[in-house]
């Protein structure tokens, strides 16, 4: 069995949804999917002042937050952010800046490392996002595997090779398009992290 973790932080949905649709890509290929949110950790007030805001946080307090344990766990590894001025948000930041520990021990080498995002404009951060969040793969030692464009649907319809990516304009939740596109990101992670496992294996 394969081991996927989907890691992610979202503020009002887009990105919960997106790694909801990676982990459906992910389990149709048969993996053990986890998918994790990260802890808030912006001020209750400033959670209060966006209505989407505190009605996301208060929808997903019951949802199991992301471990440490998660990632060792894990053969293949999603981590989501919205965009946030260029990069990704310091709440995934914060739990990233965790695995320091995992990193001594090298227990993240060789994972297969894949990222998502979205943003409310096209050219507002998409790639310089999911470029910083696998910047975290590249010290870990995992495997960085781009959506690419080997699913027709992304050389066609969605066009980001970087990984998934949503435009939410003036708010707009994740299409079809968007979560189809999440969907191959997620049974490609875990295809490619069952093929690497099996040359571990055989090694
Ligand atoms: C503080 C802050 C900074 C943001 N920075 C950007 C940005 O640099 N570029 C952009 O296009 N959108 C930016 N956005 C918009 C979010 O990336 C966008 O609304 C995203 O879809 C929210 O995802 P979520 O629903 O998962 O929280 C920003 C939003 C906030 C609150």
């Known amino acids: ?22 982990g459906e890509g992910a389990a ?3 993996a053990e999917v986890r998918v994790r949110r990260v802890t808030e950790t912006a001020p209750a007030e400033a959670i209060a002042s966006n209505p989407k805001w505190q009605e996301f946080f208060d929808a997903s307090a019951g949802e199991p937050v992301a471990t440490l344990e998660d990632l060792e766990w894990a053969d293949g590894i999603a981590l989501g952010s919205p965009t946030r001025f260029g990069g990704p948000a310091s709440q995934l930041k914060a739990f990233l800046d965790t ?24 050219h507002g951060g998409l790639e ?24 027709e649907h992304v050389s066609k319809v969605t066009g980001n090779p970087y990984g998934a990516s949503h ?23 875990a295809t490619i992290a069952t093929w690497i496992a099996a040359g571990k294996a055989a090694n």
């Open 1 to 22: 069995m394969t081991n996927i973790a989907i890691v992610y932080y979202s503020a009002t949905g887009n990105i919960a949804a997106m790694a909801k649709a990676i």
């Open 167 to 189: 435009v939410s304009r003036k708010g707009a939740t994740p299409d079809e398009d968007t979560l189809k596109a999440c969907f191959i990101q997620g049974k490609q992670l």
């Open 99 to 122: 695995t320091g520990g995992l990193w001594f021990r090298g227990a993240l080498v060789n994972t297969v490392g894949t990222a998502f995002t979205t943003a409310s404009t096209a």
């Open 128 to 151: 310089s996002t999911t470029l910083a969040i696998n910047n975290h793969f590249y010290h870990w030692g995992s495997l960085i595997m781009p959506l690419g464009y080997g699913d």
């Open 28 to 30: 149709s290929v048969g």
